[in-house]
């Protein structure tokens, strides 16, 4: 009894530290269900380490798609009339999402969609296929994922059938958007209409209920990906696939929102605050540099602090720093205000 007051107390702090952006979400924790469709807000109860030593977790989203967590990557499973198509395979899991699809439906897997490409998403394919046994199954990817595995000398499966607006598969017409390319040049997202759900396929932009990873998950433009977010509140859907951690939700990317505009205007305000020439102190241009940024990002940092840190200190002394130097080296070199 204890321990679920306890876990009402942690729903309760985080909807709390919403406030500070953005409107609190009302989020609904349960058990991961194969079975029963998520309500709206709904999202999976239980710690990250839980989560990375189970086998695999499934959630249910609509009437044939299915959320799939492997050790913190997700994955969106759709059944089909004759048989299965997944976006994604997490390196390492490939086999486990073979077997999570499994105890959904007695149908084989006949298609797999690459998101982009980063092997940790995706490396897990060649597994898959040797798990088939070699039987060949279909392989979608946009031209610029292709073409990226190529300059990359990836070693991954070719795709086989190359993307650009939609995906017909077996009754069901998934949107192919590729235009959010803040993360990666090649990230591809994919919105799924099954009865009334709007299903959103988006990976390595938000980590629902956690800061995010460190330099934003490397983000490859920093301010694309900020126009990214903007998109995805602009878009019409309902619930998110996120690649990592829970499931996503509008609030999810409105608390992102907030967090970045307000890394923007602190260190606006630490630029004005702070002088280059008070730090031309040796001979080494790199070290007036170094040591003014850091003066600037200090100055952020404590008012960053003030606002985020509290229930999530953790994470936030791990990230928050990164986060605030991606942006202030993307304000300087692009001569940006917040
Ligand atoms: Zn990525």
Not at 276 to 299: A, G, N, Q, T
Not at 332 to 337: A, F, K, P
């Amino acid at each position: 009894m204890k321990r679920i007051n306890k876990k009402k107390v942690l729903v309760s702090v985080f909807a709390l530290s919403l406030v500070g952006s953005t409107t609190a979400a009302e989020f609904i924790y349960k058990p991961a269900s194969p079975i029963e469709i998520a309500s709206d807000l709904q999202k999976i109860e239980g710690g990250q380490l839980d989560r990375y030593h189970k086998p695999f977790e499934i959630q249910r989203l609509s009437e044939n798609v299915y959320w799939v967590s492997v050790s913190y990557y997700n994955v969106t499973v759709i059944v089909g009339q004759n048989s299965v198509l997944l976006i994604d395979a997490p390196m390492w899991g490939g086999k486990r999402v073979l077997d999570a699809i499994k105890t959904i439906t007695d149908k084989p897997l006949s298609a797999i969609v690459y998101s982009h490409s980063h092997a940790d998403h995706v490396g897990g394919v060649g597994e898959i296929i040797e798990e088939l046994g070699n039987r060949v199954i279909d392989l979608y990817a946009t031209e610029e994922v292709r073409n990226s595995f190529i300059a990359h000398k990836m070693n991954m499966p070719e795709p086989t059938k190359i993307i650009s607006n939609r995906i017909n598969f077996e009754g069901h017409d998934i949107k192919v958007n590729k235009t959010l390319i803040g993360h990666a040049s090649d990230n591809t997202i994919f919105l799924i209409k099954d009865g009334n759900r709007k299903i959103l396929h988006a990976v390595d932009i938000v980590h629902p209920d956690q800061l995010e990873f460190r330099n934003f998950s490397l983000a490859e433009d920093p301010i694309l990906y900020q126009n990214d977010i903007d998109t995805l509140l602009s878009m019409d859907w309902d619930v998110m696939v996120t690649g990592h951690s829970n499931l996503g939700y509008k609030e999810d990317v409105k608390f992102l929102q907030g967090y970045i505009s307000d890394i923007r205007k602190y260190l606006h305000e630490g630029f004005k605050t702070t002088n280059l020439h008070d730090h031309l102190k040796s001979d080494v241009p790199f070290e007036w540099y170094d040591s003014y940024s850091r003066e600037v990002i200090d100055y952020a940092y404590r008012l960053l602090s003030k606002k985020y840190r509290l229930g999530r200190e953790k994470e936030f002394d791990i990230n928050a720093r990164t986060h605030i130097d991606v942006y202030l080296w993307e304000m300087i070199s692009r001569g940006l205000t917040p």
